[in-house]
């Protein structure tokens, strides 16, 4: 595998970009751009890449990649992602995918019309645990159809300092995007739902609210707490869960099917089964915790061969997951995360967000009423 | 007194960038106190003013809401002022490029505005010892402002390291091609009442206990008012033009003597003493790892932040003293003394 990579956008997650990029054999980062000139040449001077630039068009001209990684502000995402299609780029665009469903079809059908692969940055669902579990229910362990399944996932909004700077800067980028905090964070919970949703729409009932650590720092206007309820057409639900106040900080995907259940929990990088059938007497009392201490301790040893095998990095999920790109790119296979997935996440945050604003008992929720 | 005469009248506006900060806010008391009557600061809009209250309860200062990263703001920032404390940085908490943004983009606009103004006299720009790389000192050996600074600062495996030699680079480019009159000021290890957690020089407790790592090494603490006052002089003295300055105070304690005297005033707790070349072999072993996983453990640990930190060179204050007429008003004991005692009000934090 051979490819001549570019990054867009040099900040923060554009060195977790290059650093797994780097682990890929053959492939080469051959450029970076930022409208910030110092921000593309300290990514540059750092990681030793050759080139660097301030426009993205004359990135694409001079240097021609195979693949742009775009790690822009999400807002940036369409434009970008637009210019480098037309340009014969195959794309890894960071999350949210785009601000709305409308632009990430636009941008799938201009991917599909020009025979170029792309990918969204949902690296969570590449993580060793989750390719356990995608394994699992692919060998049908769950049964068919998934019946519900659980999506938590927690926030941590640091500690009072940092949540104030953020909250008090209405320059920051994430408090300029439509829905703010949640539209920044939620798709990595939303999406692994999607992917076990079926058809192409889905139900979806949506309440959100402000923490009372976010009122005592004075926001009124930053949801960091949101529940939703999802069912699609062939009558699987889900729920999905943000929150930044709950403790542990959980980032869990549980899944029960026909016959067993599963859960994976992202932060320790365990998948545990769940047994469908009961245990006679009891013994349902006295085994399941003996199966599940032992679940445990096996994964436990799993995580260190990983480790000792070296393949057990933070950002290992993002590897993987631009791994399968690059790999649908030389061979023409599907790209790892289905366009009706990436379609479906969107759709689903739409509906969220449109919810969240434009719901008759926003006012109430703000009153802090409750009934 | 010509020699120490002030290159600018106490009527003179002067801004302050950080002002906020732990630094920042002693930096304009110290203004106060040497007569300065415009002083302006530019904070964020997402700045708490809390530590700024008791110098404004006392005496007019002006607060301009303003981000560093907008040059418009720099502008407005800079207007008149003849001399600027420039102090605010980004911490590297997050990352590189955040550490970097905060630091170099955020001083890079800051000089383009000041370099059309006529007024301006001095830019103080603030350094800090974490630049420099000692590799090729020897143990022990006191190491005044010729020391070399780190030439790849991204091999240290520290943001906060990799900005600050960036800015320093930045400043002196801008000084040297556009005649901005710059002094850079390299304090030590900042103490005093506000600070929670224990440099790094000292030791680490990022493996659940703390690994004492500093032994008998000198370590260059500097507090928090002498700093402060070492910073303003080197925004008015004469004949600092392009220097750069170590601040650090007199009658240090070593590591060893700094870790009893906290386990004595604030808490008990529990330190492996790690030898200096159990230390070395330490950060060796981890940096061929750190390579050769490609970063499954990050480089935290490394020779150069060993050389940096804790090899076990001393620093010396006698170009400050000399070229500023400056010296550490509060001792030492009394530093500590203040420090330790906040530390049991508000309660200590071990890194």
Redesign the interface.
Known sequence: MSLRVAIVGCGKIADSHVAQIRRIPGCEVVGVCDREPLMARQLADRFGIARRFEDVGELLAEVVPDVVHITTPPQSHFEVARRCLEHGCHLYVEKPFTLNAGEAEELIALAERRRRRLTVGHDAQFSHAARRMRELVRGGYLGDPVVHMESYYGYDLGNATYARAFLRDPDHWVRKLPAGLLQNVISHGIARIAEFLGGDRAHVIAHGFVSPRLRSLGAEDVYDELRVFIVDERQTTASFTFSSAARPILNHFRMFGSKNGLVVDERQQTVVKLRGAAFKSYAEQFVPPIVFATQYLANTAHNARLFLANDFHMDSGKKHLIAGLYRSIVEGSPAPIPSREIVMTARIMDSIFEQLGDSASLAWRKEGVSC | MSRRAAISAPDAPVLVTGATGFLGARVVASLMEHGFSDVRCLA?????LERLEAVMRAHHVDVIRG?LL?PDDCERAVRDVAVIYHLAAGTGE?????A??NS??TT?NLLDAARGSAHLKRFVSISSFAVYTNRDARSRRRLDELCAVEDRP?LRGEAYC?AKA?QDALVGEYGKARGIPYVLVRPGVVYGPGVTGITRRIGSGAFGIFLHLGGSNVIPLTYVDNCAEAIVLAGIRNGVDGEALNVVDDDLPTSRQFLRLYKTHVRAFRSIPVPRPASYALCALWEAYSA?????LPPVFNRRAWHAYWKGNAYTNAKAKRLLGWTPRVPTAEGLRRYFESLRERGPRVA
């Not at chain 2, 964020?44 to 708490?48: E, I, K, V």
């Not at chain 2, 997050?94 to 955040?98: G, I, P, Q, R, V």
């Not at chain 2, 050769?292 to 499954?296: A, F, T, V």
């Open positions: 964020r809009p997402s700045s708490d981000n907008s997050k990352s590189f490029a955040d970097f943004l170099v983009v890079r991204e990799f960036r050769w996983s490609e970063g499954q």
